[in-house]
Each structure stands twice: as C-alpha cells, then as structure tokens.
C-alpha cells in the first residue's frame, strides 16, 4: 500500500493514507486537489481474488451512493477506472467524514449511556427509514459497530455518521 501513498488519481486526488484494507479492496484517505477537502478513496483492483460479482456490487454501490442524499451518509462525488501500481480497477470517491466508529469508540473504553444509545438507535432508524422509502428500496448489507461513525462524545450529541455497503 505504501507504493499508492502521494501519487495522483484521476489528475485530481492525491492519496494521503490507507484507511482500510479488505480482499481486493483498498480504502484511502485524499485530498481532492481542485477543492482542497478531503474525500475517501475506495479502490477495487482487478488480481488473483477478483470475481465480476464484486464488480457489479461496486458498480450498484456507485449508482446507489449517486442517488441519496441524506446528510448522515457520506456524498458520492465520482467514480473512474484507474491503473495503478498494484493494478488495474475501478476507484469511488466519497466524501470524508471525520469520526472514530463505535467499535473503536468501544474498544477504548468508551460507554454510553442510556440516552446516547436511544440517540443513535434513533437516527439510525432515521437513516434506515430514508434508505428503504426510496423506489426501490435500498438495502444497507453491512450495520455493525464499525461502520457506524460517531463524530465526537462531547456533549449529549454522539451524531453518528455511516459507512456505506449498500444494494437496491
């Protein structure tokens, strides 16, 4: 991963770090150099493990993130082929939401109380509600700790955010 760090994608988005790593799948940190903010990289690469099933999920998760707007789930800015050192594939831009997850939240220690937890439940009811009134519905396939992202524990408003896997 480290061959990716400061090159260029797309003439526009410099890669900053690696935020996570899956069977072909990488998630980097960026800068998107025409607005200067920073935006998530998920990159799927052609190799060994590749199937055209994870192709047409990236290509559905793509079309759907095009289509919401919801200010708790990250904004689609693009999407494009990409050829890399690591080799060839498809790259989609988000935009980048400051925040620890609540596993990580919880692996250091952290606790809620009652009230926060009824928050969270709350707005991700909220989030679900918007997702599965859409034509056609939208199936989030993946809610668990580490893709709920809480911004800050200050407060009594733990404002979650969500990572994305989703399908029509």
């Given at each position: 991963m480290e061959q990716l760090i400061r090159q260029k994608l797309h003439d526009r988005y410099?890669?900053?770090?690696?935020?996570?790593?899956?069977t072909g799948r990488r998630t980097f940190l960026a800068r998107d150099l025409q607005t200067e903010s920073p935006v998530?990289?998920?990159?799927l690469l052609f190799g060994p493990d590749f199937t055209w099933d994870d192709l047409k999920l990236f290509e559905r998760e793509a079309e759907t993130l095009r289509s919401l707007?919801?200010?708790a789930i990250p904004r689609y800015f693009d999407s494009f082929?990409?050829?890399t050192e690591l080799g060839q594939g498809f790259a989609l831009v988000q935009s980048y939401i400051e925040a620890r997850s609540l596993r990580e939240w919880v692996e250091c220690g952290c606790t809620f109380?009652?009230?926060e937890l009824k928050e969270i439940a709350t707005q991700l009811l909220?989030?679900?509600e918007y997702l599965h009134n859409r034509q056609p519905s939208v199936i989030?396939?993946?809610?668990?700790?580490?893709?709920?992202?809480?911004?800050n524990r200050s407060g009594n408003s733990p404002g979650p955010q969500y990572r994305t896997k989703l399908v029509n």
């Open positions: 410099q890669i900053e770090s690696l935020l996570g790593r899956q998530v990289i998920k990159l707007d919801h200010p082929e990409v050829a109380s009652e009230t909220e989030v679900l989030h396939r993946d809610i668990k700790p580490s893709n709920i992202l809480l911004r």
